[in-house]
């Protein structure tokens, strides 16, 4: 029974304990131990350390109740995220292969979206034009609109996965010949892989005018991660290499890629991409570039959170900047490829961003003024 003496200030925070004796033989023995100035000191440590004691035993009781119904949701949880992470452990060769089942559907989904009657299918065990070689995971077969009554015609993009850290890009300027060994892939070469060298056998393998290839952010050799941030254009190919990432499920890299390598290769296709290579590695450059600012989006809203006033001017000011250069920069290179032209002030124009640029210089003037005004609020 509590002894009635015991009373607890609420205002000073504290309790009030009467004197009295204790017979508890632990209590006796730790006391016993002790020189009297000590008592006042042990008997406080004594009373926290008993405090402490009681609630641990209520907040282990909480724990125990909330674990029947919190644990079987964390187990299956648990098992979730072990069951990924394993997935991401595993060989390259089994890592590939699931990211191609992936790409698959992203691109037949991404092209219905779009109204494309674009074919996505695996074709790593399908034979190619070379004996023996079956480079090119993915195949995405294009239906080109016939004009009057010729047959329908298709292009292909070849898409090749490559998740391993042991794949440099191979420039080559920098590559070395004489590594690796002999092998027969259909022609002459060696079992050196290169992001290079994969995308020529690509083109080669599958018919493809212009073949991409496919790394993972986390699976990047020193090379790769050094030379590509999220897309490189090879011109010498030509193809694409882009970089995803399957852990965080963006694939918004391939998706732009593949778009801008589907037009290309219908030009190509149709015999109306008689153009010099310079000038659409800028164009294709500067698309990537500005279409890249959308991504920068997502990291904004979440450094600015707090500012509201700030993280607005730089959302607008972003998405008009990506929207605006990716719709002039996307207009200009099918306006070359179907023209074939293109003057040296049209080349100079183009480098500076006229007229586009001028809006954008507007509009971030208004932009700044909205802003104050809002600060000012």
Same mark, same amino acid.
Not at 62 to 89: T, V
Not at 149 to 178: C, Q, R, W, Y
Not at 231 to 258: C, E, H, R, T, W
């Given at each position: ?20 004796? @204790? ?6 023995? #730790? ?22 004691? #009681? ?35 595993? =060989? ?46 993915? $195949?995405?077969?294009?239906?080109? =609109? ?47 892989? =290169?992001?290079?060298?994969? $995308? ?7 018919? @493809?005018?212009? @073949? ?6 986390? $699976? ?13 254009? $090879? ?23 593949y778009k801008i390598a589907r037009d290309m ?6 015999g109306e991409l008689d153009v010099e290579g ?26 600015? =959170? ?11 000011? #972003? ?8 719709e002039y920069s996307e207009a200009f290179l ?28 507007? @509009? ?14």
């Amino acid at each position: 029974m509590a002894r009635k003496s015991i009373s607890v200030t609420h205002e000073e925070k504290s309790v009030k304990f009467p004197e009295f004796s @204790s017979d508890d033989p632990l209590v006796y023995e #730790l006391f016993s131990k002790l020189s009297s100035d000590e008592y006042e000191n042990s008997f406080n440590a004594m009373l926290h350390i008993g405090a402490l004691a #009681l609630m641990e035993d209520r907040i282990q009781h909480l724990i125990d109740s909330a674990e029947k119904e919190i644990y079987p949701q964390l187990e299956r949880f648990k098992l979730m995220f072990n069951r990924g992470k394993a997935e991401f452990a595993q =060989t390259a060769q089994k890592k590939g292969e699931k990211a191609e089942v992936n790409i698959v559907d992203l691109l037949d989904e991404f092209a219905s979206s779009n109204g494309w009657t674009d074919t996505i299918e695996q074709s790593g065990k399908i034979k190619g034009n070379l004996d023996g070689n079956k480079v090119g995971d993915v $195949l995405a077969t294009i239906e080109i =609109t016939p004009s009057d009554d010729a047959p329908t015609e298709h292009t292909v993009i070849g898409i090749e996965v490559k998740f391993d850290k042991s794949v440099s890009l191979g420039d080559p300027e920098k590559m070395n010949v004489e590594t690796g060994d002999s092998k027969d892939k259909g022609f002459k070469a060696s079992t050196q892989k =290169t992001a290079w060298s994969q $995308l020529l056998e690509t083109k080669a393998n599958r018919d @493809s005018p212009f @073949s991409i290839m496919v790394f993972d952010a986390n $699976l990047l050799s020193a090379d790769m991660r050094k030379n590509v941030e999220d897309v490189a254009y $090879l011109p010498g190919i030509p193809g694409f290499v882009v970089v995803i990432d399957s852990q965080a499920g963006d694939y918004s890299n391939l998706k732009l890629v593949y778009k801008i390598a589907r037009d290309m290769a219908i030009y190509h296709s149709r015999g109306e991409l008689d153009v010099e290579g310079q000038v659409i590695e800028l164009i294709v450059k500067r698309l990537l570039h500005y279409l890249g600012d959308a991504k920068k989006i997502s990291n904004k809203i979440q450094k600015h =959170t707090k500012d509201t006033v700030k993280m607005n001017t730089e959302i607008q000011n #972003l998405l008009i900047h990506a929207v605006q250069h990716a719709e002039y920069s996307e207009a200009f290179l099918k306006r070359y490829l179907s023209t074939k032209k293109l003057t040296s002030v049209d080349f100079a124009e183009f480098y500076f961003a006229h007229p586009v640029a001028e809006k954008l210089r507007e @509009s971030n003037k208004s932009e700044k003024e909205f802003a104050k005004e809002l600060m000012k609020d």
